[in-house]
């Protein structure tokens, strides 16, 4: 620990919040150089949805190098890649009546977002790109510039152009529709916006603070979009692969996107793997005018290929996190009721949740305290004042109350020996 403080860039960041030694990992736990377990609520930022080293994927890593399968490949024909390819195409999107050319791109959730915006400006002939408020998109140029956080844009060190914030859904309060000043901005050909080449979105936001689209809300902006012929790109990085309760965070809302990227769990082994999904009309690239040396980790579309076929072929899965889900927030709102304040939000889906503690010392307080008592969470939103949870989907219920249960206690300690409780009468008197 004390050499990687003292080698390793300042740009470290969250072994600064865990400053432990983290030494293996099993299904929801991480554990640490002295055996200490924690329940492990951050799952790689939504990396590790199946959990860590799930025996059923390593097994297929460890019996595929030993038989020498290629690992490294460019994007060079393999089996691997062929075979997940079939499963992705059959298990994922026949299945939903989605049809999407696939792009593998470098590794990382960002490379597929340049991907996608880069598609988008070709295709359209248009350099503008509308983006909401407090979403979250990566951290290279083209990314940043359409992410809100002013932290991450002040790390750029140039001008970031080319795009509009417009008003996520709920951000100007729950009773005025921020579609209508879309849709007003977008008619009036001198209000200053130009028509974008595409829209980009979470429709649920992971790191702006667990903020939920309604699909109302998606549904109004795809009809938008489909009028003024922009192109729809959603971010499905983090709460995509499950994390909402279906495999797209789009399903419920019917709505079939231009473009959407997913990474972060679709690997299901935590490995680098990311792609963007085309609609095939707009699959105008030149071969390698995106390209990348990392985009044929065969690992990775192995662990893909066989968490696909494991986890989503039948419905038991889905059928595990919609009971989890309901545990989760029932018990939150418990949680916050009891030992915060009636005016304290619990907002999220499937998997995937937020207490909104409104002051962000509490929220950071509570984070710290869960960790001195085993359980490690994140906290989101633009003042970090959001205690995040991403459990693993495939999380036991037993072990998904006993994560709760640290919460709980760790809530209760925070508040009793603080003038939290003061503070938040203060905050919530003044709303
Ligand atoms: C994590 C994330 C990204 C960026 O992915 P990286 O792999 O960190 O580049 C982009 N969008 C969303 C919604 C994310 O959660």
Known sequence: MKQINAIESQVRSYCRSYPVMFEKAKGPFLIDHDGKKYYDFLCGAGSLNYGH??????????????????????DLATKSKEDFLNSFSKNILAIRHLNYKVQFTGPTGTNAVEAALKIARKVT????????TNGFHGVTLGSVAATGNSHHRGGAGTSLNDVTFMPYDGYMGKKINTIDYLRRVLEDNSSGVDIPAAVILETIQGEGGINIASSKWLQSLQDLCHEFGILMIVDDIQVGCGRTG????????????????????LSGFGLPFSLLLIKPEFDKWKPGEHNGTFR????????AKTA??????????EAGIALKSNILKTR????????????????GKGMVYGIDCILEDLASAIQQKCFENSLILETCGSDDHVVKLLPALTIAENELRGGLDIL???????????????????ETVQK
Not at 58 to 67: G, W
Not at 333 to 347: C, D, F, H, P, T
């Open 53 to 74: 080293n799930n025996p059923i994927l390593k097994k297929e890593i460890i019996d595929y190098l030993n038989q020498d399968g290629i690992t490294h490949s460019l």
């Open 332 to 347: 939150l709102e418990q949680i916050a009721k009891e030992n915060l304040s009636s005016e304290i939000e619990v907002r």
């Open 408 to 426: 709980e206690k760790s809530v209760k300690q925070v508040m009793s020996k603080s003038d939290f409780q003061k503070k938040l009468e203060d």
């Open 125 to 132: 002939g248009r350099t503008n790109v509308i983006s909401f």
């Open 296 to 303: 044929g980790n065969n690992l990775a579309f192995l662990t």
């Open 246 to 265: 279906t495999f797209f965070s789009f399903e419920s809302a019917g709505i079939e996107p231009d473009l959407v990227v997913l990474s972060k769990s």
């Open 308 to 317: 696909i076929d494991h986890f989503w072929t039948t419905q038991e899965l």
